[in-house]
């Protein structure tokens, strides 16, 4: 399955089996998808050139919101599907434009939308924007932290006191995405992470990725988070189910969130870890994966999602979860965090 809008996007027989013979017993009718991208080109300069995120590998240059939801509905057969989205997080971002594309792709598709902030408006301005584009949060970035060296970048910098005082008041989301090259494994970074709960207690600290913990060195202490009680961790991307039991045995399953974290989970392969490193291995080539060229060795990869769903699985399995608490991850707990936010406008359910 190819189209005008998504040409990188292919579903073929290897993904088509992984989804009958393994997931589709597993997966319930109703998917929240708590984590994605929609966005126009013209939006980024650098999505059309070299990439200025290394952290964000670029799969597409646009990712318009009907090519999302082309995708959400091919890879999940016969199930109900609700997205939580947000633009691209390049520096050079148009705010406005961006942010403005992707309250449009949630209106016209059921969704909702995050808003990436301005490092430099007030709480009040971050608070009528949010309010006035219909968006339940903020999807902050370190990228846009330009006074330090990116690898120097603390939660501090990256979440302002604005934005935190902001998310407090109006009990928004706040997208987080841990910087810094030791990811949930650099004490700097857990201390962020409480700083930021403890001063915005009626947000929902949301914890992208679990932290960047792709892999089981990643963790570090982050699993001694699981006290906070705003704090909701999300695996987009997470493809090792030892890290996902981890947070299955340690966390209130009632605040863990599933996500894809499209476009990127649309590219075929595996993310792995070797020896303390992130490894993206692909079956197209890219400058920030690993790739064998084709020849004699046939390499066969479904979609980075259906690796998420696959570690998931097994990790399920192990911690014994029950089809409800299942249903929990994949779709109520989600849910239940929009409607709390949209409880506080006095909008329906």
């Known amino acids: 399955m190819m189209s005008e809008l998504n040409p990188n996007f292919v579903y073929d027989d290897i993904d088509r089996e992984v989804w009958q013979s393994e997931l589709d017993a597993f997966v319930p009718t109703d998917v929240f998808d708590f984590h994605g991208?929609?966005?126009?080109?013209?939006?980024?300069?650098s999505k059309t050139g070299p990439s200025r995120n290394p952290s964000q590998p670029r799969v597409v240059d646009e990712y318009p919101h009907e090519a999302f939801a082309g995708v959400e509905s091919r890879i999940w057969p016969g199930r109900r599907v609700k997205a939580l989205v947000f633009s691209t997080v390049a520096a050079d971002l148009d705010l406005e434009a961006g942010n403005a594309y992707a309250a449009e792709g949630a209106r016209t598709n059921g969704w909702h939308a995050l808003m990436v902030p301005s490092m430099t408006d007030d709480a009040d301005t971050i608070l009528g924007k949010v309010r006035a584009g219909g968006f339940l949060g903020l999807k902050p970035y370190y990228t846009f932290v330009t006074n330090k060296p990116p690898a120097e970048v603390t939660l501090e910098d990256m979440v302002t006191p604005a934005m935190r005082e902001a998310a407090d008041r109006g009990r928004l989301i706040v997208m987080t995405h841990i910087p810094r090259p030791g990811r949930l494994a650099d004490p700097v970074n857990i201390r962020g992470i409480r700083r930021l709960?403890?001063?915005?207690?009626?947000?929902?600290?949301?914890?992208?990725?679990?932290?960047?913990?792709?892999f089981p060195e990643a963790v570090g202490d982050g699993l001694s988070l699981h006290d906070i009680p705003n704090l909701y961790p999300e695996l987009s991307m997470v493809q090792d189910w030892e890290?996902?039991?981890?947070?299955?045995?340690?966390?209130?399953?009632?605040?863990?969130l599933f996500g894809l974290d499209l476009p990127v989970a649309q590219e075929k392969g595996k993310l792995i870890g070797i020896n303390g490193q992130r490894?993206?291995?692909?079956?197209?080539?890219?400058?920030?994966?690993a790739h064998v060229?084709?020849?004699s060795y046939e390499v066969k990869c479904t979609l980075f999602a259906y690796e998420m769903v696959r570690a998931l699985k097994k990790a399920s399995e192990r911690a014994r979860l029950s089809r409800a608490e299942i249903a929990d991850i994949f779709f109520h707990n989600a849910q239940r965090a929009v409607d709390d936010v949209l409880r506080q406008e006095g909008e329906p359910r």
């Open 37 to 45: 991208h929609v966005y126009l080109a013209r939006f980024a300069p």
């Open 197 to 214: 709960c403890r001063d915005a207690p009626n947000a929902k600290i949301i914890l992208a990725h679990f932290g960047r913990s792709y």
């Open 243 to 256: 890290v996902i039991e981890a947070v299955l045995n340690h966390f209130d399953r009632k605040r863990i």
């Open 279 to 289: 490894h993206f291995f692909t079956k197209r080539p890219h400058t920030w994966s």
């Open 293 to 295: 060229e084709p020849g």
